[in-house]
């Protein structure tokens, strides 16, 4: 049985891209399957109540339904502190006290810096730290991240790690993908101001909620690298993926919560139905 999951974060109203996501997730599942709604409000900063009921609002109006069983982030910080004491037991995990602006000069530093998807590579910068500089750092107070120790985690990888793409990436890809774990570099998995990172918890929230697939838009096609190897550091199930085109704006741009004119408030408020969002969106 397939289940899928849509997960949007209430940072803002849900736009015609939301829709499409959900609307993709919701075909997928299938006549026999289920589709789930998990509110990813991990940023606790950012998310606003009314934003978290204007999801239900809009997705109902869509003539969506989920299993009763909503899933908040905010509300298992616990499941995610397991998983980190888990990869710390495992020695894949250094304190990085780096500010943004430290890595940012460092890589102007450093001459032909790496690039990963989400811009230049942490340049490693704590990761040579000794155990008790880290120790005394940590006890002065400084603010420090958990960062993934790439090269750690993948030396006892005896084999490739693969998942299996059933929609499309951004470039065509299809069927089974050889994952690239060090292409985005020591990524962050937790912070002061935020328990986990957006990879961490969604792996450990997939596993727990029993999803077999994973139906998103193709900009996230690359993390999967990272969630793959999250999955094998920390003995999880690996959920098949497929990702899909993203609905663009006319600029040939991602739709933004910042723009009210695509937001699904604001097209019912003006009048639109249901089969007008599906039509516009091709869904």
Known sequence: MIVTRFAPSPTGYL???HAFAAAKAFAARGSQGDFLLRIEDIDIARCRPEF???????????????????????????????????LDAKGVLYPCFCTRKDIAEEIARASGAPHGPDGPLYPGTCRGLNAY?????????????????????TAPLARSLTFEERGEG???????????????GDVVLARKDSLASYHLAVVVDDALQGVTLVTRGNDLFAAAY???????????????????????????????????????RSLREAGHTPQDIFRQIGA
């Open 52 to 86: 978290d009921a204007a999801i239900f609002e809009d997705l109902r109006w869509l003539g969506l339904d989920w299993e009763t069983s909503v899933r908040r982030q905010s509300e298992h910080f616990g499941d995610y502190g397991a998983a980190l004491k888990t």
């Open 15 to 17: 736009h015609l891209g």
């Open 170 to 184: 951004p470039n065509g890809e299809h069927g089974l993908q050889i994952v690239q774990p060090a292409l985005f």
């Open 226 to 264: 990272v969630q793959r190897l999250l999955q094998e550091l920390l003995g999880l199930p690996a959920p098949a993926y497929a990702h899909h085109r993203l609905i663009l704006a006319p600029d040939g741009k991602k739709f933004s919560k910042r723009d009210a004119a695509v937001t699904l």
């Open 133 to 153: 500089m880290r120790e005394a750092r940590i006890a002065a107070g400084e603010a420090y991240a958990l960062r993934l120790d790439i090269a750690k985690a």
